[in-house]
Each structure stands twice: as structure tokens, then as C-alpha cells.
Nanobody, 125 residues
Framework: QVQLVESGGGVVQAGTSLRLSCAAS????????MGWFRQAPGKEREFVAA????????YYADSVKGRFTISRDVAKNTLYLQMNSLKPEDTAVYYC??????????????????WGQGTQVTVSS
């Protein structure tokens, strides 16, 4: 299992940027694929972005494509989510997750076996 701790959330205005971090311990990034998910009040958890264990392939939800960027620092065992041009509809608790299995699917929460505690992002209009 991987232990994950998110940070970087906060209250920002629409149009600004924020970078979330997820510090991982227990396994190195070369052995797990990583993802970001979010859950807004009263809504289902939804996929935001993912990066495969190779670090080469990245995937994004249509709602964030072109605005968010997922990346990782292998030396620091830290995952990032750079969020630009934030919108009020991006308001949610953001979670990072790790998938230790080799799955084709990356956008479903069910393939991830470790989760962080979440960090709140609030975007005001």
C-alpha cells in the first residue's frame, strides 16, 4: 500500500491558478500509476487526471483538459496537479490515488487501491 498526503488546496478567485501536491510513501512512483479525483458537495466522485507508472502517458477529464496538468517528481515521490484558469465549478475536495496494479483503465476510482485524505479547493466567482 501507498500512503498519500495531499496539500495545496485553498480559496481562490476564478481565473487564477493553484497547484496541488501529493506526497507518497511506501512505494516508488515507478511501481504505481497515480490519479487525481474530485468530489463536489452532493455529487459523485469524478476523475480529473492520471499518469501511468512510466510517467509518459497522461490522461484528463474533458472538463479540465487544457487547464490542468498532472506531473510527478520521482526524486521527491510527489505528484502534482497544476490547475490554471480555475472556474467555480472546479470547487471540490481533491483526492490523489495510487494504482499498484497494471490496469488499462485509469479513469475509474475502482482501480485505485490507495487514497489520500483530500484537500479542499474553493473557487469564488
Amino acid at each position: 500500500q501507498v500512503q498519500l498526503v495531499e496539500s495545496g488546496g485553498g480559496v481562490v478567485q476564478a481565473g487564477t491558478s493553484l497547484r496541488l501536491s501529493c506526497a507518497a510513501s511506501g512505494r516508488t512512483f515507478s511501481s504505481v500509476s497515480m490519479g487525481w479525483f474530485r468530489q463536489a458537495p452532493g455529487k459523485e466522485r469524478e476523475f480529473v487526471a492520471a499518469i501511468r507508472r512510466s510517467g509518459v502517458s497522461t490522461y484528463y477529464a474533458d472538463s479540465v483538459k487544457g487547464r490542468f496538468t498532472i506531473s510527478r517528481d520521482v526524486a521527491k515521490n510527489t505528484l502534482y496537479l497544476q490547475m490554471n484558469s480555475l472556474k467555480p465549478e472546479d470547487t471540490a475536495v481533491y483526492y490523489c490515488a495510487a494504482n499498484s496494479r497494471s490496469t488499462v483503465v485509469v479513469a475509474s476510482g475502482s482501480v485505485y487501491d490507495s487514497w489520500g485524505q483530500g484537500t479542499q479547493v474553493t473557487v469564488s466567482s
